[in-house]
């Protein structure tokens, strides 16, 4: 029953489905939109149709139910009448919150967090990644076990010493889960103690490892600097497991690698089960970090790598700053009859390379590895990294 239940997250995809999110003083009417839209683009990879989008203004998340009952009796009549059986929140929500709003909803409830493990279960392919990711379905699915059970609570005995069968079932479901995830570290154990072999079987050839925000374009970048074919995408998360490439720019070999996309809000229990893909990065000399130069906000989902990379300790790496799709870049000019001032004033991709030049405290270029633009450059730039970094290591070598 306990495998069923877990691997529900990853097959049942629902057709389609409302998103919910909040607005609070810490994350403004613009964010939470910009939040939704990443969470619709997260159910269109997950296979799931984003329908219409429910926000609501609060001092911060219901305790109880995320949202309030008014905003909930709202979404529950909209479901009613469109015939739609799934909400997805863009927050992770707690076992009550969950419990509350199925009981008031009476539908099918996904937050931010079971959806990105649907994401992962679905694009995992060899066993390293199927494992990392079952463990983290199995760690969000504990203490979750109760919602599975409430229909069985209701029939508990009225003594002190009796305990209804629903108990039971999860003290028995409880014991299953904690054994699954113990089994699960052992495995991912085995397979680290053997990638940490293959990792020290490379020679001491200099590593490069690109990092970024999930669909920026690293896996193409991969592919032109490399000359493979690494499955890319226009979604998130296509790639997961980590590729290791051996490159070679102008008669220098180094190693690149490839590894799985962050996003804001990714659930801790996969930053956990991923930390040992990521060691990649962390035994990285220098880490290619790309950005979406195109995307409005590129700015934060810089700040969200560089959260991240300091949770897995990489984030006082020497960095290189590729600034890609700079053929997507565009810009409104200002309009002088304006008599409001916008939020944040346009600018053309000359000033924002310029700016990025004078204030990165690392070396960055601005390339579009679609259109082929700046690679050369690139390539140029990464031969003068590794030639630096090799001088220095074998000062000697002629």
Same mark, same amino acid.
């Given at each position: ?6 691997? @529900? ?13 909040? %607005? ?11 939040? $939704? ?5 997260? @159910? ?16 911060? @998340? &219901? ?7 008014? !905003? ?15 909400? %997805?929140?863009?927050? =992770? ?10 009981? +008031? /909803?009476?539908?099918?409830? /996904? ?14 392919? *060899? ?17 979750? /076990?109760?919602? #599975? ?17 629903? +108990?039971?079932? %999860? ?108 060691? =990649? ?6 880490? #290619? &970090? ?17 959260? *991240? ?7 006082? !790496? ?21 008599? $409001?001032?916008? =939020? ?7 000033? $924002? ?6 204030? @990165? ?5 601005? %390339? ?31």
């Amino acid at each position: 029953m306990i495998e069923k239940k877990t691997y @529900a997250i990853a097959n049942a995809a629902p057709e389609k489905a409302v998103l919910a999110g909040i %607005i609070t003083p810490e994350q403004d009417e613009r964010k939470s939109a910009e939040y $939704l839209e990443e969470l619709a683009f997260l @159910a269109e990879t997950a296979g799931i149709v984003a329908g219409k989008r429910f926000t609501q203004r609060l001092e911060h @998340a &219901h305790p109880k139910t995320y949202v309030g009952s008014g !905003k909930l009796q709202e979404i529950k009549a909209y479901l009613q009448a469109q015939e739609i059986c799934t909400v %997805i929140f863009d927050d =992770e929500l707690t076992p009550s919150q969950l419990r509350n709003i199925e009981r +008031e /909803l009476e539908c099918s409830i /996904l937050d931010r967090t079971a959806l990105i493990l649907t994401i992962f279960a679905q694009r995992a392919k *060899t066993a390293y990644a199927k494992t990392q990711v079952e463990l983290a379905q199995y760690q969000y699915l504990l203490p979750r /076990l109760t919602r #599975m059970w409430t229909h069985l609570e209701r029939q508990r005995g009225g003594g002190v010493t009796m305990r209804g069968p629903g +108990e039971t079932q %999860i003290e028995t479901d409880r014991r299953i889960v904690l054994t699954k995830i113990a089994l699960l570290k052992e495995q991912l154990k085995k397979i680290d103690r053997q990638m940490a072999s293959q990792r020290g079987n490379r020679g001491h050839l200099v590593r490069l490892s690109l990092v970024g925000y999930t669909n920026v374009g690293k896996s193409t970048i991969m592919n032109l600097l490399s000359k493979s074919e690494v499955f890319a995408e226009n979604k998130l998360f296509a790639t997961l497991d980590t590729t290791v490439r051996k490159v070679v720019v102008g008669n220098t070999p180094f190693l690149l690698s490839d590894t799985v996309g962050f996003i804001r809000k990714l659930p801790h229990q996969l930053v956990e089960s991923f930390k040992s893909t990521l060691d =990649e990065v962390r035994e990285a000399d220098v880490l #290619m &970090h790309v950005v979406d130069i195109s995307h409005p906000n590129f700015e934060e989902q810089i700040n969200v790598v560089n959260q *991240t990379l300091q949770e897995i300790g990489a984030k006082d !790496k020497p960095a290189y700053m590729v600034f890609n799709k700079m053929d997507a870049y565009s810009f409104a000019e200002p309009d002088p009859f304006e008599v $409001l001032p916008v =939020e944040k004033p346009p600018v053309s991709l000359s000033e $924002l390379q310029k700016t990025w030049m004078d204030k @990165a405290h690392s070396p960055s270029i601005f %390339i579009s590895a679609k259109e082929k633009i700046n690679v050369e450059k690139l390539r140029a730039d990464i031969f003068h990294i590794v030639s630096e970094i090799q001088a220095g290591r074998y000062p000697f070598r002629e």
